[in-house]
């Protein structure tokens, strides 16, 4: 029951990867385990990752502290992912967030060092820094360039790929 195993007579967990504390950093656990379980917020999170990605928007420093916290949470969900044990799996050492907290401080400096904070407040603030961003609007495709067909006589166009 509950995600606990019995077998042999002790208990084992599902597996799921853990993550280290750095001092009095429960409240960046309790949020990251939180949104970490919370369906569709991965997969969201990668979505918005890859589309930054592709899209280098002009950025202040603001956003780029923003971009760096987006980029280096979805690589601890990713490494949590992967440290998450199948079938019952001795666990892995707990991963450590602090990437994630620096990058988390340059933000919003309230979050800086190994300080106990409010979970709802840091929570509150991520939400709020994820649902700001804003993606550039992509622009319209570009025009395929046309140019004569290799028999001039037919009077067919042909389209010839962009960069040509």
Known sequence: MNGVHREEGRAHSPGIASL???GNTCFLNSVLYTLRFTPGFCHSLHH??????????????????LL?????????????????????????????PSALLHSI?????????????DAHELLVTLLTSLQDVQLPEPGPPPLPVLAPSPDPSDGQWCKVHEGL
């Open 105 to 117: 401080g340059r933000l919003c400096p309230l979050f800086e060092g190994n300080q106990q904070q």
């Open 48 to 65: 918005l990752h890859q589309d930054l990605a592709e899209t280098k928007p002009d950025r202040d420093s603001e956003q780029e502290c």
């Open 20 to 22: 280290a504390t750095l």
């Open 68 to 96: 760096d916290m987006i980029q280096t949470l979805h690589h601890l969900f990713q490494k949590l992912c992967s440290s998450d044990c199948e079938g019952g799996a001795d666990p892995r050492d707990p991963v450590l």
